[in-house]
T-cell receptor
Framework: DTGVSQDPRHKITKRGQNVTFRCDPISEHNRLYWYRQTLGQGPEFLTYFQNEAQLEKSRLLSDRFSAERPKGSFSTLEIQRTEQGDSAMYLC????????????FGSGTRLTVV | RKEVEQDPGPFNVPEGATVAFNCTYSNSASQSFFWYRQDCRKEPKLLMSVYSSGNEDGRFTAQLNRASQYISLLIRDSKLSDSATYLCVVNTWMDSSYKLIFGSGTRLLVRP
């Protein structure tokens, strides 16, 4: 499978716990994006990487959120001290261009904070 | 005001109907435009790009009006399998880079 892979598919955690999600992009794509989607809304931009450099973080992203892409390949998104409001689908997308076309999304990680 | 606005629907139509979705965007410097389709609990998938000259892909026709900052999608001869949420998406400059900005989506239900 040469698509974008995300792991885990589902995560249930207790409030206050830390969680980490992984995204493996398409190998030749140098840009990787994280989005968050809540019920009834479209995906919202969180952050993006070009190769290993994190070039932008949304103002939506509190200090509890951190993302890495250590070797310009896979990426991780960590949420510390989770809150119920963090419950959402976390989507990863990759592309080789900045034009907007050719974004491929992963299946997402659905986080439920109880 | 949201960057990309859509009617949330749902649009409930019979098989074979023609249905049209509209979308407006606020940033006149937006670079490129798309419709994505999202099935329930699945990831968004690119349906088609949208060009000023209008473009068609089978039963789907997309149109862009840059002057009015308006995007449309027309679906002819609706099929049951067209039931999904349709996301209007704009590649726009926000903060310090171009990125995809999504509308909230328009839900389509096609009934037998």
């Amino acid at each position: 499978d040469t698509g974008v892979s995300q792991d885990p598919r589902h995560k249930i955690t207790k409030r206050g716990q830390n969680v980490t999600f992984r995204c493996d992009p398409i190998s030749e794509h140098n840009r990787l994006y994280w989005y968050r989607q809540t019920l009834g809304q479209g995906p919202e931009f969180l952050t993006y990487f070009q190769n290993e450099a994190q070039l932008e973080k949304s103002r939506l992203l509190s200090d509890r959120f951190s993302a890495e892409r250590p070797k310009g390949s896979f990426s991780t998104l960590e949420i510390q001290r989770t809150e119920q409001g963090d419950s959402a689908m976390y989507l990863c997308a990759s592309t080789s261009t900045g034009t907007g076309s050719g974004y491929t999304f992963g299946s997402g990680t659905r986080l439920t904070v109880v | 005001r949201k960057e990309v606005e859509q009617d949330p629907g749902p649009f409930n139509v019979p098989e074979g109907a023609t249905v049209a979705f509209n979308c407006t965007y606020s940033n006149s410097a937006s670079q490129s435009f798309f419709w994505y389709r999202q099935d329930c609990r699945k990831e968004p998938k690119l349906l088609m790009s949208v060009y000023s000259s209008g473009n068609e892909d089978g039963r789907f026709t997309a149109q862009l009006n840059r002057a009015s900052q308006y995007i449309s999608l027309l679906i002819r001869d609706s099929k049951l399998s067209d039931s999904a949420t349709y996301l209007c998406v704009v590649n726009t400059w926000m903060d310090s880079s171009y990125k995809l900005i999504f509308g909230s989506g328009t839900r389509l239900l096609v009934r037998p």
